[in-house]
């Protein structure tokens, strides 16, 4: 990873992040003291974590998860850790609150991800025999040795987790998509239901603070393949998204930018926004 100084014109730092493996990282957040947070996934079984950190070991047969906390002048870890169970999990989006916090979203195709009690879904769904993987969402605590809740999130198909934000209340909005028919959402919810010729359907949903609960969670997508790669919060709560779709009849409001997909384009960028409730 690196810091470019405020005019583009030198590094402040740059380091290389990695054991033995193959090393990814996938997204960066940065708190209020310059400290970096990153997140990714890692092959190696010795990659650099710190003691006292939540898993010190790679168990994965494949790839694990990391997040790693650097001080502001990248020169040491505050912390670093894997996340993960046994065959593949990564973590694809990062947040951290003012406390130091760091919620993670990501994939895995483990029933033993590492999750808590009381969280909204603390076991695995139940797949289908074509499905993949599950999304999930973890809190962490500041110091990075326990998680202040850890769970699944998803239905009996593919769910991935790929991005994450946080509102002044600790309650985390999560944007990903999604192969299956039963993700769970809300009563009232935008889209209630994922249309049948969906390959992929891009989701949102939104977590209670102590991670037990939806707030909010609906579909969101046409009639092909979509998929939902950032998101962001206004102060007012309102949720914006972003990602692509190869879908004709995504859903559209009157006056955007454009309406139509286009009859030689397969896919586009969308973007949308949600109202808090």
Do not use: C, H, W
């Not at 990501?106 to 695995?124: C, E, L, M, Q």
């Not at 934000?165 to 809300?186: H, I, K, M, N, R």
């Amino acid at each position: 990873m690196a810091k470019f100084n405020s005019t583009g014109t030198a590094l402040i730092y740059s380091t290389f992040l990695s054991g033995s493996g193959i090393d990814a990282a996938n997204q960066i957040a940065i708190d209020a003291n310059g400290d970096a947070f990153v997140v990714g996934s890692t092959s190696s079984t010795n990659f650099p974590v710190t003691s006292g950190a939540l898993q010190t070991k790679n168990s994965a047969s494949q790839y694990s998860g990391f997040v790693t906390e650097l001080n502001s002048a990248g020169s040491s870890l505050l912390y670093s850790s894997y996340i993960g169970g046994s065959t593949f999990s990564s973590i694809n989006g990062i947040a951290v609150d003012t406390s130091g916090s760091a919620y993670l979203v990501g994939r895995t195709v483990d029933t033993n991800f590492p999750t808590t009690p009381g969280a909204y879904r603390s076991t695995s769904p139940s797949k289908s025999a074509n499905a993949s993987s599950s999304a999930f969402v973890a809190k962490l605590n500041p110091a990075g040795n326990a998680l202040a809740y850890s769970t699944f999130l998803g239905g009996s198909g593919s769910d991935i987790a790929n991005a994450i934000a946080l509102d002044s209340a600790g309650e985390a909005y999560v944007g990903g998509d999604t192969s299956s028919f039963d993700f769970p959402v809300t009563p009232g919810a935008f889209q209630g239901s994922r249309q049948a010729s969906n390959q992929q359907a891009g989701f949102v949903a939104k977590l209670n603070a102590s991670g037990s609960a939806l707030v909010y969670s609906t579909y969101l997508g046409g009639n092909y393949f979509d998929t939902l790669t950032s998101l962001a919060l206004d102060r007012n709560g309102n949720a914006y998204t972003t990602g692509s779709t190869s879908s004709r009849y995504f859903p559209v409001t009157p006056g955007p930018l454009n309406r139509s997909l286009g009859l030689t384009i397969s896919a586009t960028r969308n973007k949308t926004r949600l109202s808090p409730s």
